[in-house]
Structure formats: C-alpha cells, structure tokens
C-alpha cells in the first residue's frame, strides 16, 4: 500500500510522506480566529479546509487524532475594535446640538481623506472639500481604480486597490451621512479613528469588559458559523487571556537561555542570537525574512512607537502596556503578551516539544508562523543538540480571493459566513467548492467554478433519489441492502468499475488528500452507475448500483457533506432532514401527516362510487396501518422506511384511478374531470408538501421519490410561474391581435378615393382622389405618385375586403 503523502511548508516542493511521532495517533495545533468580527468566507476556506482533511485522516485512513485550537482573544485589532466602539458609545452620549455633530462628521470626512485618500485632495487645498464635491474628486482621483484599474496604471489590481475602495465606501457612507442631516449614522468608520486618536488613552482598561464583551460574542458567532458549516470542534481549546501567566514564564525561559532581551518595558526575540546558535530563522519564507512591511504588520498596528529594538527585525514576545491598553503584571512592567508567542505557549501546553501537524491560513506563514517556530524552538533549544523540531508537519490553506485580492477583513471586502448561508450557498455547496480545489492552492470562486459545484450536487442529489426509488419500487428499501463493499474483480461491469474507484480514491486521497482528484472519480462512478441503472436494453443490477451509492455515501460521509450522518457512514444516500428529525419522535407521530393523506383520499375515491373492481379492490385489501405496525415492531424508526406504506397505498389509487380515465369504460364527464383533478391534486400538493415525488411510469406502479418538500414545493410554484407567465403573454397577444384587427378594420372602412383628400399635404385630387398638386402649388413628383399610386391600389384592395366583410353600408 502506498503511503500517505502530504505537502509540508517546512520542505517546499514535492509532497513528502506522512509518519506521525506515534503510530496511529495525530497531534494537531491550528490557529483559530482573532475574535473581533464575524467570519467570513476567507475563514470558511481555511476551516472547512482543515475539517476536510481531518475527517480524512480520522474516518478514511483511521487515525486518531487530537485537535487543538486557540481563540485570540487579546491583541492589537480587538484592543482597537473594542475601545472605538467603547468611545462610540461615549461619544453619543455627550449632549451634542445637531450642528456640533455635523461639525464632528465634516472634520473628521477631510481628515480621512488627508489620512487614507490623499488624491481627493486638491494641493494645499484640504479645505475645499465637502460632502457635494466628493463624488466629483472622487471620481477624478480613483475612477481608475474604481473601473478596475490599478493606483500605478501597470499590472492587476490587488490589495492597495482594494483598500483603496474601502477607504471611498467609508467617505460614500459617510458623505450620505453629512447630506442626510446631524446624525453619526452613517459615519462611524470615519469617526472612530477619529476618537481614538483623541481619547484612548482616557479609558480605564483595567474594566476587562471593554474587550470581554466584544470577544465572547465573536467567540459564540465563530463557533455557530462553524456548527452550520458540519466543521467538527476541537477536542481542546485555549484562550490567550487565560494564558497569561504561562506565557511570563515561557518567555523568561527564552531570555534565560539568551534568545531574547529587555528593553523599556518590552521583550523581543533575538533573531541573530538564535541564528548564532545554529538555528534557523524564516523557514516558510526565508525569501521573507526582511520584508519590513510583513514585519510591522506582524507586531501590529498599536507596537509602531515599542522602543529598545536591537534590529528592526526582532519581534515583540512580551508588549509593554500603553494607556487605553490592557495589561497584565510581568517582570518587565504591566503588559500584554505579543501575538506569535501566545501560540507558542498554549500549543507546547496540550501537545508538549513537538507536534505532528501545525496549520492555518497561508496568509500567517510569515512572520506569525515563523516567529512561533523560532520562539517555540528557542524554548526547547539544548546546546550541542542541533536545532529542534517542533512541528514536524505545517499545513497552509490557500487564501480565498476576490477580484484578486485576498479576502480580509481589514480590506471590508468579505462575505460573513452567516450572510453567505442566508442567500448565496448551503453549508453542503460551500464545502463542495472547496472540495473541488487543492487545500493549499488560492480559490477565487467564479462563476464557472459555483456551475461545476452545482452540477456535482445535483448529479449526486438525483442518483441518491432515483436508487432509492428504485430499490423502494422493488421491495429493496426493507432489506440490508448490500454490507459487504469488498466485492470480487470477477463480478465485473459496474462491480469491477466500483473496486477500481475505491482504488482511485484512496491513492488520491493519500496523495497529499487531493480532494479534487477524488471528486472527479466519484460523480464519474455515479455518472456510469446512472446510465447502468437506466439502461432500457438490459435488466439493471440494482445490488451493483446500491453497492455504488453505498459507497458514495461512506465517502462524502468522510467529507463531511451530510451534517445529520455520523461514522461509519454504512447509510444510503443524504441523511434525510425528517428523518433526522424524527428520530426521537413516536412513530406514530411521526408518519401521521403521511396517514392523514391516505385516509383522505381514500374517503374520497370511495365517495366517487366508481364501480371499477380494481378501484374497489384496493380500497378492501389495503391495509397500511398493518405493514406500518410490523416495521415499528421490527424497531424501524427511519421516516421514510415507515412512511412508505401509507405512500405506495395512495400512489396505487392514484394509479387506479388514472387507468380508469385512460380505460375503454366511459365515465360521466363530470366524474371524469374530478377524478383527474384528485389524480393532479394528490401529485402536486398532497404529496408534495410532504416531500414525495410521483414519477408516473408507463404499465409501471408510478415511481415513488422522497426529495426535499422545499425542492417540491419550489418547482411547483415556479412552474405555476411560468404557465402563469405563459398565459399572461398569451392574452396580451390576443388582445394585440385584437387592437391590430380593430385599427386595420378601421383604416380598411376608407375609401381609396378619400385616402388622401384628407392630407393637408395636397391640395388638389384627381377623379380617382390621388393627389396631383402639392400644398405649395407644385406638382406631384413623379417618384412620389408612383409611391402614392402603390398606396391607392393597397386601400382599393382593402376597402374591398371590408365590404366583403360587413357589406355596403357598413
């Protein structure tokens, strides 16, 4: 058997194989949200991602994994985050007049512009704007941009112009705000930073609710975004803030072994100390090492002014507290932990000196994920050791981008997860896109890309639907089915087609987990089980096309795309939402609306005193009520399984009652029309609304299919749409002809004497009324009369058909 390959940050390049420490087992640390906002899809990407290959790991390849994840729940954008809505809150409070709030928005809308949209401003001219000429400089400034260009006019756009367009939604908003009256509404963006240059350092941050507040609420929306995303939790996790003390003592231990120091209150890593010692630094992207922009971005936007650095490159373990900051007591003074230690600290805490697996968003491979690789090892650094390893494998999920730049909060060009699930995707399409990527490669979702994802669920959707229908139609719904899926090579056709797939899907699978790959094999085993199940020409092998869904649904179980299904995964096909609701609900209750259905109908083909024998028959010898109480006896609690006789009973009146009409037997046209209405009326709505489709079959029992009685109802209403829509445009058409009759009728009562006398464009006739001189006196142009001539013999004719039509007089 081939071993299991995977790409590791640490070794670029080819996939290399996989040996966890201890055999079996799988120690995993990955880096959890930042809790200052909703998530969004660039989060989704990263988490669904790395549920995906866990879920590998754990249900397809059997290891047992122990997963861990930390909340951020302190640093520079939640400090930031928190206090401006802080001062928000105060700044309402304050008894200002309508003009003094206008006069707040107007100063600070220049001094955003000052601040981020320099352009908007004419030289020396900061003055002269105003909320009626922004759009103007707007446009003149960054209409490039705005049309897709870029600041510098050469290349793609990316980030800059992505801030950019930020930065102009912010003044849009906040120019409708100074437009629409004396009121912060509209406004904040430009307003808080505004406030907290001014007051931060007011606040009494020794009240941790300030930031507390903000944190708990984004950790309890991170979780529910994750739960409606199938996103399994962590079996362990960790917060920054309850940490604190650990992370004083780990980084001690770091300045006692002589890889970092002190200065003014702050603690920084010595990257050439560490290097000296035979270590190594930036091992993700050596090629970023000293990039300053990545660097000050990695100490954060409040550690600009930190002092005492012996190079620019070293970075903060331990931040000395401004005001307006929390802080914590250390050795060096009142202060915060820095942002890549608190990983450090709580990963080595639940997984000790070293790890299998250390993942997270490609975006933190520099410099959070190299800082905490040297601060880690630094720790657990022992002279004439060599350098040690503490992460043996790292994992990093491609970004999700639009329009090309990377998706991010700071940029405000997201989609939160929670917006995304209310009106673009299902939590099952979301994870199908990202299924149909590489985990480590960039995803821009395009149109093209949600088409392919579409159509792979959809295929699935049908082939789930149309197997169960067919096993129902044949008695195989109450059967085991097929257990046994290791099925002989010399059983062959769809059998062998199925072995090879499974083959095909393990190698993908153990190849660095190539969803993608995986994906291909499985819609296109289940495009050939489809074209075998409905093969006219030969009798199918239903036990082959089952064994197919079965295994599908073992798969995309692993997955993760059917949220009500759990390990092993031995059902067929999507784990229905009824079912699952049912499942601790009496039986009874549960097929009662199914019950409901037939008792009415069934009292109604009886009240239709149809004397066919076959009608009557079957309202005698039904007797669903009994097939339902042996399944409940055999401990069926499925749904479907114990709806199904309530269901196949008013399907075969149905069925009965369409052979009647179709039958050499008249029926009175009064019953007849009735009983095709009940025959429309128990398809499209009885059945319907309880999520059961009848497929009607010819000299065939109709084909019973549950789907989704939202799926149902939807296409009902859009095909009552469109024949609606088809009769609209059928009147109009008919009233067009109308109009057109009525003007032609009207124009044809004319004779072709008088077609033109009327005309002022003339002013003499001859006997026949064509004209012969112009209103100026002149004659008719020839090239004229032969025209108008043409029109006379078209009236004449005309005319004629009218007294045809209604006769002299008319």
Request: net charge negative.
């Amino acid at each position: 058997m081939a071993p299991i390959v995977v790409h590791n940050s640490l070794k670029p390049g080819a996939p290399v194989p996989f040996v966890p420490k201890d055999e079996g087992k799988v120690s995993w640390y990955a880096c959890g949200p930042t809790t200052y906002d909703l998530s969004h899809l660039g989060h989704a990407r990263n988490y669904v991602s790395t549920d995906i290959i866990r879920r590998v790991l754990m249900h397809h390849f059997g290891f047992k994994v122990n997963f861990v994840m930390n909340y951020t729940d302190i640093d520079d954008k939640i400090i930031i985050k928190a206090r401006r809505n802080r001062l928000l809150e105060l700044e309402k409070d304050k008894p200002y007049s309508p003009e003094q709030i206008r006069g707040l928005v107007f100063k600070t809308f220049v001094a955003y512009a000052d601040s981020n949209l320099p352009l908007l401003l004419s030289a020396g001219d900061a003055a002269g704007l105003d909320e009626n000429n922004y759009q103007e400089r707007k446009e003149t400034a960054y209409g490039h941009v705005l049309a897709g260009g870029t600041l510098s006019g050469e290349g793609k756009p990316s980030d800059p112009e992505a801030k950019v367009k930020m930065h102009l939604n912010n003044m849009d908003s906040a120019a409708q705000s100074l437009k629409a009256g004396s009121s912060f509404e509209g406004a904040e963006e430009i307003l808080l930073p505004y406030l907290d240059s001014l007051y931060k350092e007011t606040l009494d941050t020794s009240d941790q609710t300030i930031f507390t507040n903000l944190t708990q609420a984004m950790e309890r929306a991170f979780r529910d975004d994750m739960e409606a995303l199938n996103v399994l939790p962590p079996d362990a996790v960790t917060r920054v803030t309850e940490y604190v003390p650990r992370i004083v003592t780990f980084v001690e231990q770091v300045i006692k072994k002589g890889f970092a120091y002190e200065a003014s209150g702050s603690v920084y890593f010595d990257i050439a100390a560490f290097e000296k010692a035979g270590n190594t630094y930036a091992r993700l992207r050596p090629e970023s090492k000293n990039d300053k922009s990545l660097q000050e971005e990695g100490e954060g936007s409040l550690s600009k002014t930190l002092e005492g650095k012996k190079r620019s490159g070293d970075f903060a373990l331990w931040k000395r507290s401004k005001p307006g900051e929390p802080c914590w007591p250390s050795p060096w003074g009142a202060g915060r932990p820095g942002w890549h230690i608190e990983c450090s600290v709580m990963a080595s805490d639940k997984l000790g000196d070293q790890m299998d697996i250390h993942s997270g968003g490609i975006d933190l491979a520099f410099p959070h994920h190299d800082n905490e690789l040297a601060q880690s090892e630094a720790y657990f650094h022992e002279c004439d050791k060599g350098e040690h390893t503490w992460v043996k494998y790292f994992l990093h999920m491609g970004h999700l981008s639009i329009l090309g730049s990377k998706m991010s909060k700071s940029l405000k060009n997201f989609q939160t997860i929670q917006d995304a699930l209310a009106t673009t995707y299902t939590s099952r399409n979301m994870r199908i896109v990202f299924l149909m990527g590489r985990w480590n490669d960039g995803v821009e979702i395009s149109p093209d890309m949600r088409k392919q994802a579409d159509n792979w669920e959809t295929t699935l959707d049908n082939f789930f639907t149309n197997i169960k229908a067919k096993l129902s139609e044949a008695a195989g719904m109450l059967t085991d089915g097929v257990k046994d899926l290791s099925l002989a090579a010399t059983k062959g056709g769809l059998f062998e087609e199925l072995k090879q797939a499974k083959t095909d899907v393990d190698a993908a699978l153990r190849n660095s987990f190539d969803t993608f790959t995986a994906m291909q094999i499985i819609l296109r085993l289940v495009r050939d089980a489809n074209i075998h199940m409905n093969d006219r020409a030969a009798e199918p092998n239903l036990q082959a096309v089952e064994a197919v869904a079965r295994w599908v649904t073992k798969i995309v179980g692993v997955f993760g795309l059917d949220a009500g299904a759990a390990p092993p995964y031995e059902g067929l096909g999507w784990t229905s939402a009824s079912s699952a609701a049912a499942a601790n609900v009496d039986p009874q209750t549960a097929v009662k609306p199914y019950a409901t259905v037939f008792s009415k109908v069934k009292g109604e083909v009886e009240a239709f005193g149809l004397s066919d024998t076959s009608v009557q028959t079957l309202l005698e010898q039904q007797a669903p009520e009994s097939e339902f109480t042996e399944l409940e006896k055999a401990g069926e609690r499925d749904t479907e399984r114990l709806a199904l006789p309530f269901i196949r009973a008013t399907s075969r009146l149905r069925d009965e009652l369409r052979a009647i009409v179709s039958s050499a037997t008249p029926l009175e046209p009064k019953t007849k029309q009735a009983v095709l209405a009940l025959s429309d009326r128990i398809r499209d709505y009885d059945l319907t609304d309880l999520g059961v489709q009848l497929d009607d079959q010819t000299d065939k029992p109709s084909l019973v299919k549950f789907v989704p009685a939202a799926k149902l109802i939807a296409a009902r209403e859009e095909k009552a749409a469109l024949l609606a829509e088809k009769a609209r445009q059928k009147e109009e058409a008919r009233k067009a002809r109308e109009k057109a009759d009525e003007e032609k009728w009207a124009k044809a009562k004319v004779t072709a004497q008088d077609l033109f006398r009327s005309d002022a464009k003339y002013q003499e006739w001859d006997t026949q009324g064509l004209p012969t001189k112009l209103a100026d006196g002149n004659a008719v142009p020839k090239s004229q009369l032969k025209k108008l001539t043409k029109e006379w013999e078209k009236q004449k004719k005309l005319h004629e058909e009218y007294l045809t039509k209604f006769g002299p007089g008319a």
